[in-house]
């Protein structure tokens, strides 16, 4: 993590705070004291994330003609990271300090050198940790046994490689995305759901002739960049940090980390590697499977070079959140306020009757009985119409529909914009299309 002074308008216990006061993330387990960097995605959180997996998604599996989905298994056979590289290479380096006991990741201690950064105590020798999740499968708990949660969705993907290939006769290049859990046994967690042990991803392998994949690499960095502009990222607080060839993962010709300015500082938000054709090489070595692309044209057998777009839903959540929050003032008072993208936000429309009048209840139910199958709808009729809009602000709602008196003379309502606060009113019977409107798709 860099340096640079933080430019974050929030820092991450007030946004944990709102995280949990309002129901997008809590604590895991808290009941019983918590659990070590867990966390458990609220009513809001999961719309939240659900949103971004399908931002993802839409932009990388459905509007392309090159990319198709997958979804594989979360437990494989072991023989898979052994031909990764990821049982003898999956490490991080750890070092403990002999008096309080405290165990730190070693790369992370080079800014202080000496002793234990808690206590200033003397630090153990550096050694290697693996840091994939050791399972048994079966009730015998012995060598034979043993299986890994994995710690990426990659290796998914390429075992599944010919199978894609012969299910949908695809020609280079071509692309396999696939979103999933991922565990890695982290030294050290934190930074709320910056690093945590459970985590999902959103991993694209990109499948092209050898001698394209630079070009190739290029523009997936350029496009994964654009994605997180597109979906609202301010241009300020994103950027791209090309690796230097000694910082490279063993297999890789190039890397690049999409970073984002956390109230930390600069720190990864995406990977973006050219793997080379490392990865099918080696399980084409181990299972004696030719993994390769049979050219037509040409009579060639080729082993694909791959790019991978490698992001963590998890940080997408957080920086969306933390690129969303504004406070300001809106006449004397602090209005906190969350601009997320309308397609990222959890709900869409709040519907809300004046007050709690009993022929405006009945109508504003109408309205949102309407409305609940076509958006993500939320209905709240306590307090003051006041407080109940910044209530939705705080949680990035973008329109709220209120129902009031004229509305069961006139059969109209009032649309409240989040971010100008304008109100237009607006027939009943047109307000579907007038909220589609202000909704824009992406
Ligand atoms: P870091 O250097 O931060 O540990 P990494 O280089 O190991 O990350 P990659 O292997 O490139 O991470 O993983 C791709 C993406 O997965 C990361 O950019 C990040 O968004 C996410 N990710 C990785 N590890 C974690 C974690 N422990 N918790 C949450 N997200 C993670």
Redo the contacts with the bound molecule.
Sequence with gaps: MSEETPKATVDMDTLASLCKRRGFIFPSSEIYGGFESTWDYGPLGVELKQNVKRAWWKAMVQERDDIVGLDASILMNPRVWEASGHTTHFTDTLVECQRCHHRFRADELKSAPGGCPECEGPLTEARQFNTMFKTFVGPVEDEASVAYLRP?TAQGIFVNFENVLTATRRKLPFGIAQQGK?F?N?IT?GNF?????E?E?MEMEFFCKPGTDDEWYQYWRQERLNWYLRFGVRKENIRLREYAPEERAHYSSGTT?VEYLYPMGW?????IANRTDYDLRRHAEMSGRRLEFFDEETGEHIVPYVVEP???V??CVLIFLLDAYHEEEVRGEKRVILRLHPYLAPIKVAVLPLSRNEQLVPAARRVWDLLRPRFMTQYDDAQSIGRRYRRQDEVGTPLCVTVDFDTLEDQAVTIRERDSMEQVRVPIANLEQALRERLPEV
């Design positions: 990426e991922e890695r982290e967690t759901i910056f690093r945590t042990r985590f991803a980390d720190a990864e938000l995406e990977g490698a992001a963590g998890d940080r």
